[in-house]
């Protein structure tokens, strides 16, 4: 018999669910083909192929689940808002879990069909899972090619609130490393300035005041690389508090402070929009961060 089309697609057709939550229950065990329990969405079903989703499992695991952004600003072509730290933007390799674009798509449905992946629609640009902030995403197709263009014009303006472990030697600078991910470590490793290894990530970082043993910085980046602000200070034997990842396990003199989440906050965002308007939107540091300082 032939086959027809991938499991996730002909789900989506009768859902109101989004591609990457019909991708999650495909793969919590919540879907059965002829009666048997299928767990990747690229299996093939055929035309007479019987297909049942436990509606009620979920209904209710979606209803407890998804948060409710907090909305900054939105018209008929954007949405910002503020992302939480601890949620996932989108879907990652082995992670099965409850993310920005599901929060998304529960605001505003028709975000489902935006963007060139269904798992990340009107994703256009991202931010760590333990790290918080301002993001934006666009509603539909002309406003997604419009915001992508602009960040990889870097036209867009991004400045972030970040606490560091020690001191920079200097009140402002530059941090100029090329990154390349590590074979055996998940981790980015920032490359020496005359190495041509890696990609260009550049890094900017005014020093706002010294606590402790501890720097809070304004730090503004060019480029929008994986991890670039942990890997970069990481390099300088600053690493962000917080961090799990670019973590040192010993400091001179260092006493490290609790802190479930990274000291990583995306405070501004300044981009043309497409309405013509140029925009700075500002999300003040969460109530947690506040506390450390």
């Known amino acids: 018999m032939k086959k027809t089309e991938r499991l996730d697609k002909i789900i989506a057709k009768q859902s109101a669910l989004s591609r990457s939550q019909i991708q999650k229950n495909i793969k919590d065990g919540l879907v059965s083909v002829n009666g048997t329990i299928v767990t990747t969405p690229h299996f093939f079903v055929s035309l007479h192929d019987r297909v049942k989703i436990e509606k009620e499992k979920v209904e209710k695991k979606t209803k407890i689940l998804i948060p409710q952004l907090n909305i900054l600003y939105e018209d008929n072509d954007v949405i910002v808002f503020e992302k939480p730290?601890?949620?996932?933007?989108?879907?990652?390799?082995?992670?099965?879990?409850?993310?920005?674009?599901?929060?998304?798509?529960?605001?505003?449905?028709?975000?489902?069909?935006?963007?060139?992946?269904?798992?990340?629609?009107?994703?256009?640009?991202?931010?760590?899972?333990?790290?918080?902030?301002?993001?934006?995403?666009?509603?539909?197709?002309?406003?997604?090619?419009?915001?992508?263009?602009?960040?990889?014009?870097?036209?867009?303006?991004?400045?972030?609130?970040?606490?560091?472990?020690?001191?920079?030697?200097?009140?402002?600078?530059?941090?100029?490393?090329?990154?390349?991910?590590?074979?055996?470590?998940?981790?980015?490793?920032?490359?020496?300035?005359?190495?041509?290894?890696?990609?260009?990530?550049?890094?900017?970082?005014?020093?706002?005041?010294k606590i402790k043993a501890s720097t809070l910085l304004s730090v503004k980046i060019e480029t929008g690389r994986t991890h670039q602000i942990r890997a970069h200070f990481r390099a300088l034997n600053l690493p962000v508090v917080g961090d799990p990842l670019y973590k040192k396990t010993r400091m001179k003199n260092i006493k490290f402070i609790p802190l479930p989440r990274l000291f990583l906050h995306a405070h501004k965002l300044t981009i043309p929009l497409p309405n013509g308007e140029t925009k700075t939107f500002v999300s003040p540091l969460p109530k947690e961060l506040e506390e450390i300082l």
């Open 85 to 209: 730290a601890g949620l996932l933007v989108h879907e990652a390799p082995g992670k099965h879990e409850v993310t920005v674009v599901d929060a998304l798509a529960k605001h505003f449905p028709a975000i489902k069909k935006v963007g060139d992946n269904p798992s990340r629609p009107g994703i256009v640009h991202r931010l760590d899972k333990l790290a918080s902030g301002v993001m934006i995403a666009a509603k539909n197709q002309k406003a997604f090619d419009f915001l992508k263009e602009q960040f990889s014009g870097r036209k867009v303006k991004k400045e972030y609130l970040v606490m560091v472990y020690g001191s920079p030697s200097q009140t402002t600078g530059t941090i100029n490393f090329r990154l390349v991910r590590s074979k055996d470590k998940g981790r980015m490793v920032a490359r020496p300035e005359l190495s041509e290894e890696g990609k260009e990530a550049i890094t900017h970082f005014e020093v706002i005041k």
